[in-house]
């Protein structure tokens, strides 16, 4: 009798490990379900969201191209009007530096 209740729980024993073995499998199924649904809900947001990262950068820079047009003219016309008027333009400089002294000093 002490061999058959051995075989027993041997058997159980065998029944419970294929049970474990069967309950991982079906969660490890379970899991790449899981992971496979997230992925594929998440790649639209993920794709809207590269796209307009990609349109902010082109914008970013048609912008700075623009700016450093316009610096550029700005420096073009001032360079223009110092050889113009040359003893005018250091006059006025000076007359700045002394203003921004005067400002500093306070």
């Known amino acids: 009798m002490i061999d058959m209740g051995m075989n027993e729980s041997g058997t159980e024993g065998g029944t419970l490990h294929g049970e474990f073995v069967r309950l991982r499998e079906e969660l490890a199924q379970i899991r790449d379900l899981l992971?496979?649904?997230?992925?594929?809900v998440l790649s639209g947001p993920k794709a809207a969201?590269?796209?307009?990262?990609?349109?902010?950068?082109a914008e970013v820079e048609r912008l700075a191209a623009e700016v450093k047009g316009q610096?550029?003219?700005v420096l073009h016309?001032?360079?223009?009007?110092v050889q113009?008027?040359?003893?005018?333009?250091?006059?006025?400089?000076?007359g700045v530096g002394?203003?921004?002294a005067q400002l500093l000093r306070r």
Do not use: C, V
């Not at 992971?35 to 594929?40: I, L, Q, R, V, Y």
């Not at 969201?49 to 950068?57: T, Y």
């Not at 016309?77 to 009007?81: F, L, V």
């Open 98 to 100: 002394l203003l921004a």
């Open 77 to 81: 016309e001032i360079d223009r009007k």
């Open 49 to 57: 969201a590269e796209s307009r990262l990609a349109a902010l950068q």
């Open 71 to 73: 610096g550029s003219q």
């Open 35 to 40: 992971t496979k649904s997230g992925a594929e």
């Open 84 to 94: 113009e008027r040359p003893l005018t333009s250091l006059a006025l400089a000076f």
